[in-house]
């Protein structure tokens, strides 16, 4: 029987100790001169169903499962490691979604998404919103 899937798309994803290794000054050319921005280190399909958020990377990729019941904190904004600066809207046509997990017991990971962005704006408030739901 085929999964049935809440939401789909297509995302662009980093680590936050990968955002942490981008210099301040690699933020700010990043949301001067691009449309997209250049920030997120991996690109792929992401799904969700009422389990887990599911991502499989595309050429050679990482895939990742994040279940819902592991997720520590939902946010939709900007940060330290990704500034509003990063972005040429300055955030107001979109926000990262950031997403921290346990990885066990006492570790955790931290990932930020970009989903579905079309040069212009992105689908994250709609996950955010159905994510935010789902975990009530």
């Not at 798309?9 to 000054?25: L, N, P, R, V």
């Not at 991502?55 to 990704?82: A, N, R």
């Not at 066990?104 to 040069?119: K, P, R, W």
Request: charged share 20%.
């Amino acid at each position: 029987m085929a999964t049935q899937f809440l939401l789909q798309g297509t995302a662009k994803w980093s680590y936050d100790h990968e955002m942490s290794e981008i210099s301040t000054s690699q933020k700010i050319l990043a949301g001067m001169v691009s449309g997209a921005t250049a920030l997120p280190q991996h690109y792929g399909d992401i799904a969700l169903n009422d389990k887990a958020i599911i991502i499989e990377g595309i050429v050679d990729d990482e895939d990742l499962t994040i279940p819902l019941s592991s997720i520590k904190q939902l946010y939709l904004g900007f940060d330290d490691l990704f500034p509003v600066m990063a972005v040429k809207s300055m955030g107001i046509l979109w926000q990262p979604l950031r997403i921290e997990y346990f990885i066990s017991a006492f570790e955790t990971s931290c990932i930020y998404l970009v989903i579905d962005f079309n040069g212009v704006y992105t689908h994250d408030k709609e996950w955010f919103n159905t994510l935010t739901e789902l975990l009530q």
